[in-house]
């Protein structure tokens, strides 16, 4: 599957923003997605994953109440709703997708073989 992640840009602390990503193929619904982000001169850290058809969703403790996670199946597209933006939040913004991985597995980045170019969310204070 390819994916094509878009929605970044420049906000202020306190606003929100958007992103999406759609996957290409007919079979999205099979993709565990997730979110990844990576902040200059950091790791890559897990933001947020959907499991296959949205049955179950999970949120890094630093985001959960902030982002959310949905997927359109009809678009073949996945969001990450951000609001109450921090500087902290300021990375650029990965997601992934892969049909095999586990739900114990989601947060790692390891188990997805399948990512989006990324797009960067800088937030001013």
């Known amino acids: 599957v390819q994916l094509q992640a878009s929605g970044g840009g420049l906000v202020q602390a306190g606003g929100s923003l958007r992103l999406s990503c759609t996957g290409s193929?007919?079979?999205?619904?099979?993709?565990?997605m997730a979110w990844f982000r990576q902040a200059a001169g950091k790791e890559r850290e897990f933001v947020a994953a959907?499991?296959?058809?949205?049955?179950?969703?999970i949120y890094a403790a630093s985001v959960k109440g902030r982002f959310t996670i949905s997927r359109d199946g009809t678009k073949n597209t996945v969001y990450l709703q951000m609001n109450d933006l921090t500087p902290e939040d300021t990375a650029v913004y990965y997601c992934a997708a892969d049909r095999a991985v586990i739900s114990s597995s989601y947060r790692q980045g390891d188990a997805y073989d399948y990512w989006g170019q990324g797009t960067l969310v800088t937030v001013s204070s």
């Open positions: 193929g007919r079979t999205f619904s099979t993709y565990v």
């Open positions: 959907s499991s296959r058809n949205a049955g179950n969703t």
